[in-house]
């Protein structure tokens, strides 16, 4: 989908709007810069300096310290989370983009169920099925790995709501049937000719399915035992215990902010260079 | 805006000048013809055995569990729709029912007003600080709301954080952001931060989409840019409107991990806070799985249903208008 | 002795075989149990000490025919959260699991602890503390090692209560008196933090004399006393309460940043700590170590001698142990009389230790520490811990202690009367117990 550019956009020059907005940016960064500049910050300093500014310039020791502590365990966790979200995000856009398009270029038996289903299965609470899902695995006995987190994560109906609005709007039917009078197969029109358009759509489930799985803290809070195993969220926020627990013997409230700070990075550069591309496909759902 | 979609929008809504002529749904549906339909089948089954797999089944295990009870002394027994009766007679859940209502009557208009605002300001604003604003604002979405919290649970502290001494300044008394009076307005806080960009984000992309032919009459009557956006702009995105509101609903009604986090730094945070939270104890602290199940099975049918009235209501004001 | 990094290794190789197998073989092959094969016996473990690698490590130096896997899976609840799963999924838990006392009657009714009777955890029984084998027995049934304790004693800032001519208060009626002269010299201080922690509460009522719950599986699985409202418990809450309302206790939650700080700038002056606290504050409290002192706490009768206890742990088996006998022996051994784990447990871990033979230690009882000014603080707890008497739990104390904390918490943001905490708490536990099919006594 083409946006007008914002060249063509009335340019409208006054103070009010630039004031808000200077507002706007404060109240957004601030936290933000907080960790950025608690990161660098020793433990003493993080509980005596003043919250806004630099104290010692910690930042190094701190970082070598969080890899460094418990065998080096964040980095692990680091690694957890790229690949747990890495694979949900490509597993789940892949049954996404399919599913979307079948449903919004072909007709078949129970169609018409499965969409009005589908918005309905955007609303089950998540935390709804964390725990039947536990059971079922357990069954299974695939928690306590890899998995227990990322088959669960492949389930997107949001994203197959996406896909399908985005294909009903830009993959136009004659394209389609074009190369299927060309005897092109369901597959290859899908691949060669569908994909390429759909790729702004594609690229948006991927992003947020990518963050959901990032963030997500409960499934792999209730399915993962092993520290090993951990993703960031869940990592963090045990050493955060440890740290309420054992002030004494540990000093984690740095390892905590820095920790934090490092799981935000990835994602926010990725969200702000990528943005041009997820931001169309965004607008294809909010248009609906 | 394009109606060709059955899911949300029936035919009959009268659709605004679409941005790209777009043929009639009849017109598809003849064409279609010549596809596989079991080809789309295929297309479809992969995602279909996920769901089957991780919705459907769980969700039909945790009714089944919901059916039975198991007390600590007397073991498991079926019960049938016992636990629901009591889901709904336990004030405990109503409490939490009632807090997250609450919440969302005053969280949702905020956030979503300040996000139609903002995205209202940066479609007729294109200057550089619009373009640092936009991605500034969009930030706080790729931080776990686990960390968020967490770190909004520092900010907050009288001994990490630079707010609560603020009123010492001037010779007041230091806030407590995680005093009873003060809590769910500090949590409110933090889902605000959170989600203010992404909305913003969403209904400025929804803003793009609307056709300039629409408000250029307006312009040259030289109508001011807010009268534009009350009047055309903000009509003209309706539906984004309501699915961004639906979708925070459906969020709001959920709400766990910020007071879940939070209840570290705040003893209020007790346990039936929310009713996620609630189910969660249930489950977790007290290894009542059956009556967590059911909790969690009513709150998703509450969701359900209230999201589908919200549609519902939404579409019948949109074909009256 | 094993290299230092061995840990690490093990970490690596395990998740390298879960990444190799599960890649390449159908999904539901993945993960459980190792394989069997030939060599030591391999036990799990689930325990979140501090420090605890080492002990592992002189654990698994010391024996070739059993070797321990240690797994923290998080602290306290997050643990137990993974434990009930596991229980309930009657999959997943590990065959050792560290628990504290008041958790143990909870697992016990869920059915997920071993009876460690059968495989000679009674003759353990006069190595330990006689309050802490008896919450961790229900009659010649075993069902927890204990590891370490908190018995209760009063931290003070020596120098303040010096330099300010109060006296250090051996009653309670003192301790609020003290409160009172505390707010007149520093307007900002306190006398301490009403901490909103449930095992902090429980032990000053079980120093009043409280004991509010009884429960014995071997006698009745159906039968609970709960009797919150006894005059020996009101008077803490009434007490506590009271000096809150008059604005001359903090409300900070234990633990948090905030209450550390508070600590460590003269905020507050005095804290009903417990015997693991020396090591807890030590890390922690920079400004004003030195400046602290420990006297035994205030009696509410002058010239009793009452004892509480806060906080302790146990090691347990859980009924999915493969192999319990080499479990018990590891539940039993980890700690139990070996040096190395006590050494560890006592100079880096900072733990109290439940076993008799070691708080009796010279090396203990007369350690002096330099966070206190040089005092043998240890002199205070180990008579503290031989003075505790016996103390139950129910079986659903998370419930208990989360419904008093949810009420004292109403009572701190005014919405509720401290006296009726206590009332509320009873009978919300009461309509609990019998909700779960208990037949409730007081």
Not at chain 1, 207 to 217: G, I, Q, S
Not at chain 2, 230 to 246: T, Y
Not at chain 2, 247 to 259: A, L, Y
Request: proline content about 6%; hydrophobic content about 50%; some cysteine.
């Amino acid at each position: 989908m083409t946006i007008g550019g914002a060249g063509n956009r009335t340019t409208v020059k006054t103070r009010l709007p630039h004031v808000l907005m200077a507002a706007g940016i404060l109240y957004f960064l601030v936290p933000l810069l907080w960790v950025v500049i608690a990161a660098t910050k020793s433990q003493p300093d993080l509980l005596d300096s003043p919250a806004l500014w630099f104290a010692e310039f910690n930042l190094v020791e701190n970082i070598e310290q969080l890899f460094r502590e418990d065998d080096g365990v964040y980095g692990q966790w680091l690694l957890n989370t790229a690949l747990y979200s890495g694979l949900s995000a490509l597993g789940a856009t892949a049954l996404a983009a399919a599913a979307g398009y079948g449903l919004a270029r072909f007709s078949f038996v129970g169609k018409r169920l499965f969409e009005t289903a589908l918005l309905g299965m955007i609303m089950v609470p998540a935390t709804a099925l964390v725990l039947p899902t536990y059971l079922i695995l357990s069954e299974l006995e695939i928690v306590d790995t890899m998995w227990a987190v990322i088959l669960p994560s492949l389930l997107s109906p949001f994203g197959a709501y996406l896909v399908r609005v985005y294909v009903a709007e830009s993959v136009p039917v004659e394209l389609i049937d074009a190369a299927r009078i060309d005897r092109a197969g369901e597959l290859r029109i899908f691949w060669q000719i569908a994909v390429p358009m759909m790729r702004p759509a594609i690229v948006t489930v991927f992003l947020f399915t990518l963050v959901a799985t990032w963030n997500n803290y409960f499934l792999p809070l209730v399915m993962l035992s092993d520290a090993d195993l951990y993703p960031l969220t869940v990592g963090l926020t045990t050493w955060f215990n440890t740290a309420q627990q054992e002030a004494g013997t540990r000093m984690l409230f740095n390892l905590v902010v820095t920790g934090s700070l490092l799981a935000i990075v990835p994602l926010v550069v990725a969200f702000v260079l990528l943005q041009r591309f997820w931001r169309s496909g965004a607008a294809a759902g909010a248009l609906k | 805006m394009t109606r060709s979609i059955p899911i949300t929008a029936p035919a009959a809504d009268s659709p605004p000048p679409p941005h790209r002529p777009v043929e009639s749904r009849s017109r598809r549906r003849s064409r279609r013809v010549t596809a596989h339909p079991v080809a789309g089948a295929l297309f479809v089954l992969p995602f279909f055995l996920v769901v089957v797999a991780f919705l459907i089944v769980p969700l039909g295990y945790a009714f089944w569990l919901s059916l039975s009870s198991k007390s600590l002394a007397l073991g498991t027994r079926f019960t049938g729709i016992d636990n629901y009766v009591r889901a709904f007679t336990d004030p405990v859940l109503l409490d939490g029912l009632l807090r997250v209502v609450l919440f969302g009557l005053v969280q949702i208009p905020i956030m979503l007003g300040i996000a139609l605002a903002g995205a209202l300001t940066l479609d007729a604003v294109t200057t550089k600080f619009a373009l640092a604003f936009r991605l500034i604002a969009f930030m706080p979405y790729a931080v776990p709301a686990v960390v968020g919290a967490l770190m909004w649970g520092f900010l907050y502290s009288r001994t990490f954080g630079p707010f609560a001494d603020l009123p010492t300044f001037v010779g007041g008394d230091p806030i407590d952001f995680f005093s009873s009076s003060l809590l769910l307005l500090s949590l409110g806080n933090i889902v605000t931060w959170a989600w203010t960009g992404y909305n913003m984000i969403i209904l400025y992309s929804a803003l793009q989409g609307v056709p300039r032919e629409m408000y250029e009459a307006a312009v040259i009557d030289g109508a001011t840019p807010v009268q534009i956006a009350l009047r055309v702009k903000v009509p003209a995105i309706k539906q984004a409107i309501s699915l961004a509101a639906i979708f925070t609903v459906i969020g709001t009604m959920q709400f766990f991990t910020e007071p879940a986090i939070m209840a570290r730094f705040a003893p209020q945070i007790s346990a039936g806070y929310t009713p996620n939270l609630y189910a969660y104890n249930q489950a977790f602290a007290y290894s009542d799985f059956h009556y967590s199940a059911a909790l969690s099975f009513a709150l998703g049918f509450l969701v359900f249903v209230v999201a589908y009235a919200f549609v519902f209501i939404n579409r019948r004001r949109g074909a009256r208008s | 002795m094993l290299g230092t990094n061995w840990l690490a290794k093990a970490r690596m190789a395990k998740l390298g075989r879960g990444l190799a197998v599960c890649g390449l073989l159908a999904v539901a092959a993945c993960g459980g149990a190792t394989g069997e094969d030939s060599g030591p016996v391999r036990v799990s473990v689930w325990a979140w000490y501090p420090e605890f690698k080492g002990v592992v490590e002189a654990f698994n130096a010391s024996h070739s025919d059993i070797q321990v896997d240690w797994t923290n899976v998080g602290t306290g609840p997050d643990q137990y959260a993974k434990l009930k799963t596991a229980f309930t999924a009657g999959k997943g838990a590990p065959d050792v699991a560290m628990v504290e006392f008041q958790q143990i009657p909870t697992f016990v009714i869920l059915d997920g602890l071993a009876d460690m009777g059968p495989y000679g955890a009674n003759e353990d029984k006069d190595l330990y503390a006689e309050w802490a084998w008896s919450q961790a027995t229900d009659g010649e049934k075993v069902y927890a090692i204990p590891v370490d304790g908190g018995p209760m004693a009063l931290m003070y800032r020596k120098d303040l209560f010096d330099q300010h001519g109060i006296p250090v208060p051996t009653t309670w009626a003192e301790y609020a008196d003290a409160a009172a002269r505390i707010k007149a010299v520093d307007p900002d201080a306190y006398i301490a933090s009403f901490g909103s922690d449930g095992g902090w509460l429980n032990g000053l009522m079980w120093q009043a004399g409280c004991r509010p719950y009884g429960y014995s599986q071997a006698k009745a699985k159906d039968e609970v006393k709960i009797n919150l409202t006894a005059p020996e418990c009101k008077k803490v809450v009434d007490l506590y309460g009271d000096l809150v309302d008059k604005g001359l206790m903090a409300q900070d939650k234990f633990f948090t940043a905030d209450a550390t700080a508070a600590l460590d700038s003269g905020k507050y002056w005095t804290w009903a700590a417990a015997g693991w606290t020396p090591g807890y504050v030590a890390g922690s409290l920079k400004n004003t170590a030195g400046k602290w002192a420990v006297a035994p706490m205030p009696q509410w009768t002058a010239g009793a001698d009452e004892q509480g206890d806060w906080g302790g742990s146990t090691f347990t088996v859980t009924k999915q142990a493969k192999n319990p006998q080499a479990a018990t022996t590891v539940a039993r051994e980890l700690f139990g009389r070996s040096k190395a784990a006590w050494d560890i447990g006592l100079n880096k871990a900072f733990l109290y230790p439940l076993v008799k033979d070691v708080a009796a230690d010279p090396a203990f009882t007369g350690k002096a520490y330099e966070f206190f000014n040089g005092q043998k603080v240890n002199e205070i707890f180990v008579p503290v811990s031989q003075k505790l008497g016996e103390f139950q739990y129910t079986p659903f104390q998370d419930f208990v202690f989360k419904d008093l904390n949810d009420r004292t918490a109403e009572a701190m943001s005014g919405g509720r009367e401290w006296s009726t905490v206590l009332e509320e708490t009873q009978k919300n536990v009461v309509a609990y117990a019998e909700k779960q099919g208990f037949k409730v006594s007081r």
